[in-house]
């Protein structure tokens, strides 16, 4: 099981698809306390994976006690950046703490696309660097990679750069428009598109020593099944089923893109709400509508739930829009 926490809003860059509206630090973040007790929670939960993100993780200036304390609690601490202010020494910090990867972002080979996505001068510079630091100090990482109409046909080329670098996998994004992501919606990709970018990495993947992984894509699973692929995931959509995300004031939801708020954990505590939410039951059940409550791969796939409850007004168990599969040939 894994979980993300926005550790913070604050963030160095103003990135066009960002889910959370990153840039000034929110008021009433979880402090550090509270902090500690969230990763008790979750610890209790039976999460294993903890993901530290933002915002940018690396901003928040208690960063490396509650690494620590995730440690000691046999958390797996791993990291999402956007990877500029991953200095040699903050790799060998977070290395010492037991980090046992940064997942840092860059979304195009053109420095200048890059900044620009990232509304960040210097962006692209900064991050090869950070990369370059982790490598220096052992500390794994992988590439994150935002595809978008623009850029869909740069991603094979950003997967031999991110072997070429030393990367241990490439995760490829999908857009789902919430945040600021919205105001973009028109640069997203449809059905077709998807099927033949997912296709593509999935060649890709037979043909490089480190993971790929699409993500908010979950109809990869299909894909590579259909292509005689034996990956190690066992399912695409993991919202509310063995994923869910954390804001920076403590709103529990099931995943990044599902602005659908659960609880909060000043009120209640998280392995309560994991536990007992109508609407992590709900997700669970699997009881999806349209094509995907009777596909044949809805258990290995289960069709976006973000991207689904967005173009449904909001009903997150609709199928899934942008699958041409859509559970076609039934059970």
Same mark, same amino acid.
């Given at each position: *099981?894994?979980?993300?926490?926005?550790?913070?809003?604050?963030?160095?860059?103003?990135?066009?698809?960002?889910?959370?509206?990153?840039?000034?630090?929110?008021?009433?973040? !979880?402090?550090?306390?509270?902090?500690?007790?969230?990763?008790?929670?979750?610890?209790?939960?039976?999460?294993?994976?903890? +993901?530290?993100? =933002? /915002?940018?993780?690396? *901003?928040?200036?208690?960063?490396?006690?509650?690494?620590?304390?995730?440690?000691?609690?046999?958390?797996?601490?791993?990291?999402? &950046?956007?990877?500029?202010?991953?200095?040699?020494?903050?790799?060998?910090?977070?290395?010492?703490?037991?980090?046992?990867?940064?997942?840092?972002?860059?979304?195009?080979?053109?420095?200048?696309?890059?900044?620009?996505? $990232?509304?960040?001068? /210097?962006?692209?510079?900064?991050?090869?660097? /950070? *990369?370059?630091?982790?490598?220096?100090?052992?500390?794994?990482?992988?590439?994150? &990679? &935002?595809?978008?109409?623009?850029?869909?046909?740069? +991603?094979?080329?950003?997967?031999?750069?991110?072997?070429?670098? /030393?990367?241990?996998?490439?995760? +490829?994004?999908?857009?789902?428009?919430?945040?600021?992501?919205?105001?973009?919606? &028109?640069?997203?990709?449809?059905?077709?598109?998807?099927?033949?970018?997912?296709? %593509?990495?999935?060649?890709?993947?037979?043909?490089?020593?480190?993971?790929?992984?699409?993500?908010?894509?979950?109809?990869?699973?299909?894909?590579?099944?259909?292509? =005689?692929?034996?990956?190690?995931?066992? %399912? =695409?959509?993991?919202?509310?089923?063995?994923?869910?995300?954390?804001?920076?004031?403590?709103?529990?939801?099931?995943?990044?893109?599902?602005?659908?708020?659960?609880?909060?954990?000043?009120?209640?505590?998280?392995?309560? !709400?994991?536990?007992?939410?109508?609407?992590?039951?709900?997700? %669970?059940?699997?009881?999806?509508?349209?094509?995907?409550?009777?596909?044949?791969?809805?258990?290995?796939?289960? =069709?976006? $739930?973000? $991207?689904?409850?967005?173009?449904?007004?909001?009903?997150?168990?609709?199928?899934?829009?942008?699958?041409?599969?859509?559970?076609?040939?039934?059970?």
């Amino acid at each position: *099981m894994i979980i993300s926490w926005n550790t913070t809003n604050q963030c160095n860059m103003f990135c066009k698809h960002c889910y959370r509206d990153a840039g000034a630090k929110a008021t009433d973040e !979880l402090s550090t306390r509270e902090a500690k007790n969230l990763l008790d929670e979750i610890k209790k939960a039976g999460f294993k994976i903890m +993901i530290f993100s =933002g /915002g940018e993780p690396l *901003m928040r200036p208690d960063i490396f006690e509650l690494v620590d304390h995730a440690s000691k609690l046999g958390l797996r601490p791993v990291f999402g &950046t956007n990877g500029t202010l991953i200095t040699r020494d903050v790799a060998k910090k977070l290395k010492e703490l037991g980090v046992m990867g940064m997942g840092i972002s860059l979304d195009s080979l053109d420095p200048q696309k890059h900044d620009e996505f $990232r509304c960040y001068q /210097g962006g692209f510079k900064e991050a090869v660097l /950070g *990369m370059e630091n982790c490598l220096a100090e052992e500390l794994p990482f992988q590439i994150h &990679t &935002t595809v978008m109409d623009w850029n869909k046909d740069e +991603i094979e080329a950003i997967t031999d750069f991110a072997v070429e670098k /030393g990367a241990v996998a490439h995760h +490829i994004f999908f857009l789902v428009p919430t945040g600021r992501a919205v105001d973009i919606e &028109t640069e997203s990709l449809r059905a077709r598109e998807y099927e033949e970018i997912l296709t %593509r990495i999935m060649n890709k993947q037979k043909q490089v020593p480190i993971e790929l992984k699409p993500t908010c894509a979950p109809q990869f699973m299909r894909i590579a099944k259909e292509m =005689g692929l034996n990956l190690r995931f066992q %399912r =695409g959509c993991l919202a509310g089923t063995s994923y869910c995300i954390i804001s920076p004031k403590g709103d529990v939801q099931p995943c990044a893109y599902l602005d659908l708020p659960i609880g909060n954990v000043r009120d209640i505590p998280f392995s309560k !709400l994991w536990e007992e939410s109508t609407v992590f039951k709900t997700l %669970r059940s699997l009881q999806y509508k349209g094509g995907c409550g009777v596909c044949k791969y809805k258990v290995a796939c289960g =069709g976006c $739930r973000a $991207r689904a409850a967005f173009y449904n007004d909001g009903d997150y168990m609709a199928e899934e829009p942008w699958c041409l599969f859509q559970g076609r040939q039934g059970f």
